[in-house]
């Protein structure tokens, strides 16, 4: 596991970072805000339906295409566009190639939210 950023302030170099690893699925940790994670990982296929009770999820497409899929309908995603997730609200994340993702959750939040199982997983810092 990465360690842990240094206290002191530094600019993050987001194609650096997403250059460092090559897993899908994965958050990396590259900043905090206060209370929340600034959060980058690749993803390609599915993800898991779940939803977070407590919080709210930001996705930002850095590079690709996401579809971010709700009971009611799909939103999709290109390169520039952000969608927030709102609490409580059941989502499925799907990329259909590689997507580069930004993410800014609560430190507290997991990834698959009320689901759980074989796809949790902390973020790591990178």
């Given at each position: ?32 805000v ?26 930002l ?30 989502h ?35």
């Amino acid at each position: 596991m990465a360690a842990r950023m240094s206290t002191r302030p530094e600019k993050v170099n987001l194609a650096d970072k997403f250059g460092r690893f090559s897993e899908y699925w994965k958050q990396k940790i590259v900043a905090e805000v206060n209370d929340f994670y600034v959060k980058i990982a690749k993803l390609k296929g599915s993800f898991e339906w779940h939803r977070h009770n407590e919080e709210d999820e930001f996705f930002l497409v850095v590079k690709g295409r996401l579809t971010i899929r709700l009971r009611d309908r799909d939103i999709a995603l290109n390169e520039g566009e952000l969608f927030v997730v709102p609490r409580g609200t059941e989502h499925l994340p799907v990329a259909p190639e590689e997507a580069w993702v930004l993410v800014l959750e609560s430190k507290t939040a997991v990834n698959t939210g009320d689901r759980g199982g074989a796809r949790t997983a902390a973020p790591e810092w990178i």
